[in-house]
């Protein structure tokens, strides 16, 4: 079973709006924080937003505040990630994530779920 099924990625002009969704099982849900990075190739992977075990907390990364809003759903054991004023910086690949809330901000960890990446590219 693939732990984390990311869609919703895409290609739109700067200005526009695209939401990711990241799928998980009870479990995964349940246990963990959740979070998003993104990664641009010859870049390190960067933080982009998390979100605490039933939304008990929020964190964003600089470059996303104020335009990017994380969220779950727990009926649907789904994340997401509401993307607005995207700029042509925020073309990457977004990977959904999955980890202890103490870790979850970190670039990695011995005990990180990863998705398998979903391509996000904005025009100028």
């Known amino acids: 079973q693939v732990p984390l099924v990311e869609s919703g990625g895409g290609l739109v002009q700067a200005g526009g709006s695209l939401r990711l969704s990241c799928a998980a099982s009870e479990r995964t849900f349940r246990t963990y924080a959740m979070g998003w990075f993104r990664q641009v190739p010859g870049k390190e992977r960067e933080f982009v937003a998390a979100?605490?075990?039933?939304?008990?907390?929020?964190f964003y990364g600089d470059s996303v505040k104020g335009r990017f809003t994380i969220s779950i759903d727990n009926d649907l054991m789904t994340m997401y990630l509401q993307m607005n004023d995207l700029e042509p910086e925020d073309t990457a690949v977004y990977y959904c994530?999955?980890?202890?809330?103490?870790?979850?901000?970190?670039?990695?960890?011995?005990?990180?779920?990863w998705g398998q990446g979903t391509q996000v590219t904005v025009s100028s």
């Open positions: 994530a999955a980890d202890m809330f103490a870790r979850i901000r970190d670039t990695d960890s011995g005990r990180r779920l």
């Open positions: 979100i605490g075990s039933g939304s008990s907390a929020t």
